[in-house]
């Protein structure tokens, strides 16, 4: 016998034959190639004889694809059958499978729509990475204060003096502006830019020159939608638009509409130049600033780090030391001022951190729901042990099983994103109202998107099956047609994980609910230190009650209904105020204080109920209280380092001289997150912008009627418009209230995903311990007994995850807190509630399975099997 | 009559002439030989598995030979069904070519 010409070539191709050819044939036609192969060398040689073994591999390839797909094809074809009657064999387990899925894939696919959508701020613009906002931080002693607006000649001196700047721009923002033309009147809000806005920007004109445009003074161009406003349909370019009854606007365009991913709200833009005589005393000054905001784009290639070195520099030129010692510019990325809280701006803004804390939830949700799947499937994968044995006994492979357990899992997950998709449509126009954003869901035009939610239907198909289909195929086929499942308990601790970590996440959430909820109610109830409930604002406008309210005062004040009116620069809760320095004179030297000061009138203390500590009212007997004297509240007065304030001389600024007359107890003029700050009360006739009326509760409807009636009689030519103090106040906790409503619907998902996933739990282990509820029942045990019995070691798990979840949420929301000044301590007796929550809620669950198999005539559960 | 393609024809042929000896190996060669034609394995085993499924043809496994490893042989032999086809086939064709000459046609 001849020694058979193996060499390493040969040996592969005859190790490829073995796994490509068909197992029951493959023995002889090796044989016969081997046959084949060892006559070719003899007749041709070594070489030849390989090079025809390769050859035959080659030949086959084709075919051998051919094969591999249809039968592949063939499989997934069985798999989606078994898939689908195994779905419709028991339809509440199915319902419940794809519903939590469903429900999970659709909160998730709107939170990733809402943080696209954030994230998609100003990114419709071409230029987006070398757009800049240059923003000031101001230098205190108690650290930097950031804010938005910047100088007025700042943007020119920029296009002046630096080559990397390519344009910069002016944009400022008034509000509340009275407009008309013809018989439309409206107070709108207006922004100012310079011609190169359209430059930096993508804003395109639907009519006029965008080069023109704004280039003269008094030119206007309107959006499309105030055009309408105004105009109706007829062409507006050439008509005239009346501002205050003064200045006469002459409209060069209309603007396309603007994406509603801009971080301004533009209504209307006007030349810039239009301002020069207003602000002729701030247009060239480097020290005043209001709400003047400036954009710069830079040239392509140049370092906007490098830029922003040079910016003291800039400032030592035009405003001398002084000022740029206490100033410093910064440019701030055009994609950053939407997350930003820089102070006095004037954009949509939203804070990062949420969108973190929604992505956490997003992440958290869908776990859930994949836990929950799992969880279920194990649980149904009981009935079906015996479809295994089978499958393996009639010569399934394990990858087979493998696969087809995926395949079923990928088929659920697709009809869950399926109906996601479907439900997030359906919600998103509430969605849209609840978040105040104009979300988009178009799949067809937004591959990113498509593809997001694609990756997620993977994620989810393959996360929520795999580790179904590796136990299932586990068994040997014995085993699983005894229908033993699983020895020992390792499994089941790592589904004991699963189970425990859902519902530390619903107590997680359960507790913040009622924690955000505190501190809103908290917010809402706490004493302002002043009256807010009866209190009615009307804002002054530009009308003549501006510099003299006192006809409409004492056309009011004495109906008996009518408890105090005054007039004021800025209200509690409206957030308008200016911030002025005074000079204190110490035996150091003269200190510099920043305090807030509210122009008002001889009213203000008493209308508002303001409780005077120290000193005395304002009061008209007193001619030099007007202007001269101030009333402080505590915080100014601590700040002033003074122990008894009342009587010491301050200077306001431009050597005049003030001195403090009272001192008022705290109260809270703006929002609860912010401490309370230094408040000066002046009194100065001409700088008031709002009046409040303290009324009798009882007859708001008779008051309003007169306020109007007065109003119409004594300045007809402005709009009436009023607002109560307590719907002002509760604005600010808007956002909030959000939070908490969300928090609230999260934690109820959280709660009802996890008892689904009990659900199934106790499904699986009853069936499982069918034997032993009968033997124990033989033997004697109660109904009770065995509840017990079949409940204890869920009630362990929720006991185990409030364990957990106690110190997480404890840490998480005191953190959450820590972004309030005025807070709430955490209420200890939310942490036994959220746990009783949950175990309430998993004892019903529980209680209908376990009952039903305790109920059970032991009978029949010792012949089960 | 039942349709043959003139290999399946040939491959019963074969598996006829070789009587015990009829194998993959042996009946390729075979046709090798005779037709003068250089078929393939796979142009051999697939009608063969064919003709096998369709009942003409029987298989039983024999021995290893040297040269094959350890593996065995898988014989193929005429059943009676397939004998009784060649037989129909040989009918058919005598009496299409009897009386074919090359004279009596002009092309």
New interface residues.
Partial sequence: ??K?HRTASSKTVFRILRRILNPE?A??????????Y??LTEKRGLFFAQLWLWW?IL??LP?FFYHQTYWSIQMFRNYFISAFRNLSKDKLHSFIKIAGLTIGLACVFLIILFIRYELSYDSFNQYEDRIYRVVMDSMHDDGPFSMAPTMLPLAPALRRDFPEVEYAVRISNRTSILMSAGEHRYYESMHFADPEIFSIFNLPLKLGNPETALSQPFNIILTEETAKKYFGDSNPVGKTIRVYNLYDFIVTGVLQAIPDTFHLRINMLASFDSLKDQEKDRWESWDTFSNDYTYILLRSGSDPREMEEKLPALQQKYAGPDIAKDQKLRLQALKDIHFSSLNYDDVVTYEKSYLYAFSAVAVFILILACINFINLAVANSVGRIREVGMRKVVGARRTQLIMQFLTESFFLAFIAAAGAVGLVYLILPQFRVFFDRQVGFELLSDPGLAALLLGLFFFTGFFAGVYPAFLMSAKTPICALRKKYFQGSRRLSFRMFFIVLQFSVSILLIIATMVVYQQIGFMKSKDLGFFREQIIVLPLQNSSLRKNPEPFKNAVKNHPAILGITCASGMPGSGTSNARTYVLETPEGDKEVYIQTIYTDFDFVDTFGLKILDGRNFSQEFSSDLREKFILNETAARRMGWDSPVGKQIDRGEGQKGQVIGVVEDFHYDSMRSLIKPIALNISPSQLRYMAVRIDPQEADQVLDLLENTWKTIVPQYPFEYFFMSEQFSRYYRFEKKIGNIFFLFSLLAVLISCLGVFGLIAYTTEQSTKEIGMRKVLGASTTGIIIFLSKRFIRWVVAANIIAWPIAWFVMHKWLEGFAYRVSINPIYFPVAGMITLSITLVTLLHKAMKAAFINPVESLRYE | MKLLTRQEELILLAVYHLKENAYLVTIRKFLKMQTKHPWSVGAVYVPLERLRRKGYLETYIGGPKARRGRNEIKYYKLTSTGLELLAERKKINDILWAQFSEMNYKV
């Fill in positions: 016998m001849k058979p044939e023995f002889y036609l090796i044989g016969d190639i081997n046959e084949i060892d006559e035959q030949i086959s075919q």
